[in-house]
């Protein structure tokens, strides 16, 4: 697990506690290894803790995360994540959309490519098969997601992300895309994306606490998302 607690981050705190901190210690450490321009440390020093997040602390964060999955050289990584309709935003209503896919690595760009260390991402994808296994991973999940959730599996058509930003495998559901941890961390992985969260049905569910698993009071719809992953990867190791 990259995050010891709910509502913390992969430091091991909130983000606002991290904004009160360790924001200047970090970005003063990133400016004078190099690894920042003097005027965007002085942006991000001087910014909002709103902009300070997407335009800094979100990927940062990522990175994190996935450096501590690696350290731990895991057989096979799950990402567990909700998504939600796109074209719902600001979502302060609900939407009749509801779809399952998952990511894993590749799709990289031209502008990607520019850093040597997504160069040395995309020749560990290329020379090794993580990608083949994930995607039998992710199929696999894809597949539970659809049968124990009855939500029908996305389209590239479904969802912008997926046309523009994605490239779709021969397993239904599962497209390449080149996400921080997709990219970043060393082992067969899925990045699952069991419902929207927004459905207005989903969002009444997933509010219920109405079942016990494991000492945990939750929703049942939960547990069904849980064993969907659980089932998924019993099929990867049997296959």
């Given at each position: 697990m990259s995050r010891d607690q709910g509502n913390f981050t992969s430091f091991n705190c909130t983000f606002d506690d991290w904004v009160k901190n360790h924001r200047r210690r970090t970005l003063d450490s990133l400016k004078n290894n190099g690894q920042m321009a003097p005027a965007r440390h002085k942006t991000l020093m001087s910014c909002s803790d709103y902009d300070l997040f997407w335009n800094f602390f979100r990927d940062f964060d990522l990175?994190?995360?996935?450096?501590?999955?690696?350290?731990?050289?895991?057989?096979?990584?799950l990402i567990i994540h909700y998504n939600v309709d796109e074209k719902n935003a600001p979502w302060k209503n609900h939407s009749p959309k509801n779809f399952s896919m998952a990511f894993i690595g590749g799709a990289f760009t031209a502008g990607d490519l520019?850093?040597?260390?997504?160069?040395?991402?995309?020749?560990?994808l290329l020379l090794t098969d993580q990608l083949n296994r994930s995607q039998q991973l992710a199929g696999a999940t894809v597949k539970n997601f659809s049968q124990q959730l009855n939500i029908p599996i996305a389209r590239s058509s479904d969802a912008t992300y997926l046309l523009n930003n994605c490239i779709s495998t021969s397993s239904p559901g599962?497209?390449?895309r080149n996400l921080v941890l997709c990219r970043k961390i060393n082992s067969v992985l899925v990045y699952g994306e069991s419902l929207y969260q927004d459905n207005e049905k989903e969002c009444l569910e997933l509010m219920k606490c109405d079942?016990?698993?494991?000492?945990?009071?939750?929703?049942?719809?939960?547990?069904?998302?849980?064993q969907s992953y659980y089932d998924a990867v019993i099929d990867h190791l049997l296959n």
């Open positions: 990175a994190n995360r996935a450096a501590k999955i690696n350290s731990f050289a895991p057989h096979l990584t520019a850093k040597p260390e997504n160069r040395l991402h995309f020749l560990r599962v497209f390449c079942v016990d698993a494991y000492g945990v009071r939750t929703s049942a719809r939960l547990v069904k998302v849980a």
